[in-house]
């Protein structure tokens, strides 16, 4: 080769020019473009093990096409993973899945003559939202329809026609009774989501254009993003209620194994957390979402199974004899739901943080307004979620199982059976929305290059790894590297203030709720203080835009956070001055209730830092550890528990969880100053 077809820094590959005869025949690559092969070593894991050597690894090739502009400094190039069927395809014009690297993004498309000069939409067929259904949702909404009536028509025969099971062999009785709220349920809720597909198509899709987000309510999109958002959260929240339930089922006499599961699941979270938002980073949006709502379903449907096996053998054996009532098979029933319990709860958080601080940005193009109001939204799902979801899956399982006469089997099974089936119509839902939003919005297509210059360099050199192609360098940080970018990240203070706030006891938990119990306060006035403070907390959200658009979001944090503790001072006193008494009981009921505004108003601000302050390579990385984070203080304040474990001593965990609402207020504070001696407040109505 001659030294013109060198590049600067970059290793010779083997060329072909237009018809050329080096390297084998290719189709050709217009003015402009010069074409390259180069070989792809096994990815890393196949040879850190040495599997190369014992077995034949296949040869293989990568096309790419590269373009280098010098008068706009810019480069693009296509890469096309190499299968052998890739030389066919380009010269008989089959459509091929490619890769673009360019102006610091890459996305991936298929189409026909891949090889030609293209921009993001192929060969001009462009984005837009016109009610006929991207992605496979109009199908998919219609099936979960049909089979949403099919449940509700058969869980209202099982109502009318129960006697029919009678007569036969056990447990066919026991699981039709069980089936009918499950049924019912299952078919009215989707029957609503899917209806709420068609409403929103019909909407915006008789007139009405959107190619991006329009308006101040985000476009038909952010609709689409609001069903799938709820049917996650919904699932999610039952999912976290009922499994600590159900397991109370099998192990009646002991706190123990439920503790254990929180406890294991919590810890997951905090170390795989960190690799996982370096995941986030380094994939493409809807196939980690497709990956993660799969995997977590998958191990929702394990979960509901296992916990049937044990129910099952509890009933079946009746623990005599054995400690716990673990066996050796409900030993290996009960690890497997603890794994399926830390992957599913991972898989979880990221999709939340996918959707919530990565998707709606791109959704509302990184304009304050719209993602102010989005934020609000959201939060306002999560918040009706967590009230309502719990509640309904606790009906279930009193109502229909044991205030109807029959045993903790049929209450169980009445539990297992509504998570199962609610997932099985959620997720295809779930999917196929998603799919139609990222259709819908070029900007969800595309990921930015992380260190472009040296990526270029991997890229280009012979011999790069197969598993490269996958994506940049993003998913590569280690666990230390994406702590360490988190520490020194300019949002931390702010993260950090954030996650201080779970490291109370004064939050409606556990701890707080088994002391109030303890002090003989009424069940019924727990539950309304619990409904008053939701009420509360909506109020905020709804308070929060207003102020955002008047001061920012930072300032509006900062007031925020100061109000909370403030709220919360008189209740923690009250239980430091008073110690255990009537009157101190009422402080902190109160003070968890008046807080809820500000608590949720701060929680708004910080989302939105987080949003707006991370850059886009870096988004999953910094809110993973974050989740790691809080999941820490949270472990503290449950360790802290345990020491002070007498409810006589709840007056030395009040006085550590001030300590943490106060130090959280000037973490914040110390957030604020420094941004503003960086260059003051951002307003959001002038970004």
Known sequence: MSAAEEEEGVPILETASHGGSSGGSCPGSPSGFRHRRRSVDPPGFIRTFGLDRLYSWPKKTEHLFIHECEHCNTRDVVRIRGKHKVDHALASGEEVEHEHYVGGYRYRHKHKDPHEAHDLHGKGHGYHYDGKGRGGAKVAAAAVLCASLVALALGTYLALGGKTFEGMPYPVPLLARAAVPALVFCGLAFALASGSYFAIAAFYGDGHRSDGVEGRDGGPHFALMCVSHALS????????????????????????????????????????????????????????????????????????????????????????????????????????????????????????????????????????????????????????????????????????????????????????LLLGLFNALAWPLEVSLLGEIHDGLPGLQMKRIRNEAAFYEDLLREGGEAEKGKGDHSGDRSFLETVKLYCTHRVFLASLSFCMLFMTVMD??????????????????????????????????????????????????????????????????????????????????????????????????????????????????????????????YCVIQVFGMVFWHPANFSVLTAISLGSLVGASAVYTMYTAEKNRRGGYSRIDSQ
């Open 233 to 416: 959260a919904w699932e999610d929240r039952m999912w976290q209620f009922a499994v600590p339930v159900l397991m109370m089922r099998v192990f009646r006499d002991t706190l123990l194994p439920g503790a254990l599961f929180a406890l294991v699941q919590y810890l997951g979270v905090v170390f795989l957390m960190p690799k996982a938002g370096a995941l986030i980073d380094g994939s493409y949006r809807i196939r980690l979402a497709r990956h993660a709502i799969a995997l977590e379903n998958v191990c929702i449907f394990g979960t509901c199974a296992l916990l049937g096996l044990m129910v099952h053998r509890a009933e079946d054996k009746g623990w005599k004899g054995k400690v716990l009532g673990l066996d050796g098979a409900m030993a290996a029933y009960y690890s497997a739901i603890v794994v399926l319990g830390v992957v599913g709860e991972v898989c979880n958080q990221i999709l939340t943080i996918s959707l919530e601080q990565d998707w709606v940005v791109v959704l509302a193009k990184e304009t304050g307004r719209d993602l102010t109001r989005m934020n609000v939204n959201m939060k306002r799902i999560d918040l009706l979620c967590k009230v309502l979801a719990p509640g309904l899956i606790g009906v279930f399982l009193d109502f229909f199982g044991l205030l109807r006469g029959q045993d903790a089997m049929a209450s169980a099974l009445c539990g297992i």
């Open 508 to 633: 409606n938990g556990t701890l707080v709720t088994s002391y109030l119990v303890w002090r003989q306060v009424n069940a019924g006035a727990l539950g309304l203080q619990r409904g008053v403070g939701a009420v509360v907390g909506l109020a905020g959200t709804f308070v929060y835009p207003k102020l955002a658009e008047r001061m920012g979001y930072e300032k509006v944090g900062l007031w925020s956070i100061w109000a909370f503790t403030l709220c919360m001072a008189p209740g923690a006193a009250a239980q430091l001055l008073l110690g255990p008494s009537r009157t101190s009981d009422w402080a902190l009921i109160a003070a968890m209730v008046v807080s809820r505004a500000a608590l949720w108003a701060f929680d708004l601000a910080e989302r939105q830092v987080m949003q707006e302050e991370c850059e886009e390579e870096s988004r999953g990385a910094l809110n993973a550890c974050q989740v790691s984070c809080y999941q820490t203080l």
